[in-house]
């Protein structure tokens, strides 16, 4: 069941370049556990796609199954969704922006979603380059379920009920850019300073970008002992730089000393400025951003901030040179072009 929030808002809202208010950006209201990380990724979400004017209309939300997986259900209520079947969010994903590249897309997932059953289905999506955000919601368990230990809680993390994981977690981000993902990023829900940059500039590359957000259950894992609690992230957040991001024909106006900014241009002209960069990491090398999510995991600490960014990525649609019409606006001519067209492509092929 859903609760609709009541209509009415202040007259003098303030508005984007298309004249929208945030409300506008809203979903239903949450049925979440008071206090869960998820609705804060949610919020950020809702201003980041508010700040760069997307018409609602323009974005597409695709899930899985958990509490992180209900999520769209509360946020971009004017946009279209599609809740799926656990683990499977990738390949909706996959088909729909096949069907329709002009289409903005939003997947949300959790750390069981997506580092259990939906692992294979994770991989594939990853290699493809897909162009869509995929936010992980990782609270360390499967909270919709009732909080047993997922993949990627830590070796020697507690639970709330006492018992110590034993096994070696997966590191989603690590995996990712294994895989060769184009956009890998780590986050935490309570730094919505650094969250709103980061998905902003996600929406905005052209390929798969994967955030990773650590986000607390507080119902089933945010004990002292477990290192996905508020607490414990709090004390162990470690950040690759500040992260600014600057839209298309917008001026960067902060000012930083040489050496301690970098600006990474994306295909539409705006720019990730980062800050105060530590100096033995490249945001465009990826073996520097595995090097330092490895060193980080043997400090116990949680390294958050833009990991890494290829700038001249390739997406899918690219890879393969698909129409860039959507399937559904091609006439019968087109799709059935006549056996001389056929007879065209075979000789084409002796
Ligand atoms: C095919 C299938 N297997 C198992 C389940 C039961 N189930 C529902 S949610 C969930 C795990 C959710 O964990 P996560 O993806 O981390 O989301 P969270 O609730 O923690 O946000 C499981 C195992 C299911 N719904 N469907
Ligand atoms: S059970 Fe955990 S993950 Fe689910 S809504 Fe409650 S706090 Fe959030
Ligand atoms: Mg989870």
Redesign the pocket.
């Known amino acids: 069941m859903s609760y609709f929030r009541p209509g009415f808002r202040h007259p003098e809202l303030p508005k984007n370049d298309l004249g929208y208010t945030k409300q506008q950006y809203e979903g239903a209201i949450s049925t979440l556990c008071a206090g869960c990380g ?1 609705d804060s990724i949610s919020a950020a979400i809702v201003q980041s796609v508010f700040e760069l004017s997307i018409a609602p209309h323009q974005v597409a939300k695709l899930s ?6 209900k999520t769209p259900t509360y946020f971009l209520s004017n946009s279209h969704g599609f809740n799926s ?3 499977r969010m990738p390949s909706v994903a996959t088909g729909a922006n096949l069907a329709n590249r002009d289409m903005i897309y939003i997947g949300v ?6 580092a ?2 939906g692992m294979g289905q994770f991989a594939h999506v990853v290699r493809r380059n897909l162009n869509m955000m995929y936010v992980v ?3 360390g ?5 009732k909080g ?1 230990d ?1 993949a990627t809680a830590d070796v020697g993390s507690r639970s709330k009920a006492g018992s110590v994981n034993r096994f070696e977690p997966i590191d989603l981000a690590s995996v990712a850019l294994q895989l060769g993902a184009t956009f890998v990023a780590r986050s935490f829900s309570g730094d919505k300073e650094q969250l709103v940059p980061l998905i902003k500039a996600a929406l905005s590359h052209s390929g798969f970008a994967l955030i990773d957000v650590v ?1 607390p ?1 507080v119902t089933f894992n945010n004990n002292p002992g477990s290192t996905k609690a508020y607490d414990y992230v709090r004390q162990h957040m470690q950040t690759t730089s500040l992260v600014d991001f600057v839209p298309m024909a917008e001026e960067i106006t902060t000012a930083y000393g040489e050496g301690e900014s970098r600006g990474v241009t994306m295909h539409d002209g705006s720019v990730i400025q980062l800050h105060k960069l530590r100096t033995e990491w490249n945001p465009e090398d990826r073996q520097s951003a595995l090097n330092a999510l490895a060193e980080s995991r043997e400090r116990g600490e949680v390294l958050t901030g833009l990991l890494y960014v290829e700038r001249d990525s390739r997406e899918l649609h690219e890879t393969i040179n698909s129409t860039r019409t959507p399937l559904r606006t091609l006439t019968e001519k087109e799709l059935c072009p006549g056996s001389s067209a056929l007879e065209t492509i075979n000789n084409s092929l002796r």
């Open positions: 998820h899985g199954i958990g509490c992180s997986s079947v656990h683990g997932s959790g750390d069981g979603d997506s259990s059953i919601m990782n609270n368990c499967y909270g919709l379920t047993q997922s986000s259950c």
